[in-house]
């Protein structure tokens, strides 16, 4: 297949055009690298890849890209949340207009399907564990907000004009490549990099919030099953790894993969936390056939390997 993949020079982007690759498709990276890096690229073998820098705000040139394409795995997006809350115009901009202009040009080019990375962040802070997809969305930022209306106009198009998209609304995705520099950056890559310089992490708060984090991997597996799987177009998943791991948890296991004990700093609660989150995954598991292959401690592993 000839594949576009938004974002595709990002964290999972370059995951998913990497296998893409490595699989015999022809992809189309569409970045235009304000947080993507060629270096992610760097291990994908040349011919079968083609990279364009552009953004997914200029409607035209992502509509003459997706000529002859058949599926977009849109993962283009501004990811911070705490972002999203202080330049609420620019993430609305990307995340939602991004997706509509990804959207209008599928339609126009007769792409087969759009696989579109949502987020657990439509969720909100409703306590309510495991999180399925039938619990009633609420939002608590415009990040949440964005990437929710994001998928209701991919359903609303499959509806009104037969256009094919999946939403896989990711948990606490991790592995190599995930920036550990920001301060938005998801807290294994920081926790790695911290005890790769021999830092103590801090952690905010006591330790004891826990997430569902799903190796990048599997998250590749659920973004191919999507894109492939017939008769799912219209449907919304959650991706995770359906179990859930608290911070001390975590620093636990990280402290076994390097072989020495760490002991973290403890500082304020991060405003805005939610305390545990939890996928469901019953219903990716049954109508996709997807199944989480790398466990937490495995996924550290090999990330440290990796850096
Ligand atoms: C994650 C997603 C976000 C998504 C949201 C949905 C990532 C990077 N972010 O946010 O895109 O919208 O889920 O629910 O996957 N922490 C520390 N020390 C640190 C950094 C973080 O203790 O140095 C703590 C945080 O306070 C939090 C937990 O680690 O309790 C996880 O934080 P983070 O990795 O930023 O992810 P989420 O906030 O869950």
Known sequence: MIALVTGGAGFIGSHIAEHLVAAGHRVRVFDNFSAGKRANLSGIAGGQLEVIEAD????????????????????????????????????????????????????????KRIVFAGSAAVYGEDPELPKRETMRESPISPYGVEKLASELYLRTYEKLHGVESVTLRYFNVFGPRQDPRSPYSGVISILVDRALRNEAPTLFGDGNQSR????????????????????????????????????????????????????????????????????????????????????????????????
């Open 212 to 307: 569902d984090f799903v190796f990048v991997r599997d998250v590749v597996q659920a973004n191919l099953l999507a894109a492939t799987v017939p008769g799912v177009s219209g449907r919304v998943y959650n991706v995770g790894g359906g179990r859930r791991t608290t911070l001390n948890e975590l620093v636990a296991m990280l402290g076994r993969v390097v072989g020495r004990t760490i002991t973290p700093h403890h500082g304020p609660p991060r405003a805005g936390d939610i305390r545990d989150s939890l996928a469901d995954i019953g219903r990716a598991r049954t109508e996709l056939g997807y199944e989480p292959r790398v466990t937490v401690e495995e996924g550290l592993a090999e990330l440290v390997a990796h850096v």
């Open 56 to 111: 997914v705000r200029d409607a035209p040139r992502l509509e003459y890209h997706m000529a002859g394409c058949d599926v977009v795995f849109h993962q283009a997006a501004v990811v911070s949340v705490p972002y999203s809350v202080e330049h609420p115009q620019e993430t609305h901009d990307v995340n939602l207009q991004g997706t509509m202009n990804v959207l209008f040009a599928a339609k126009r080019q007769g792409v």
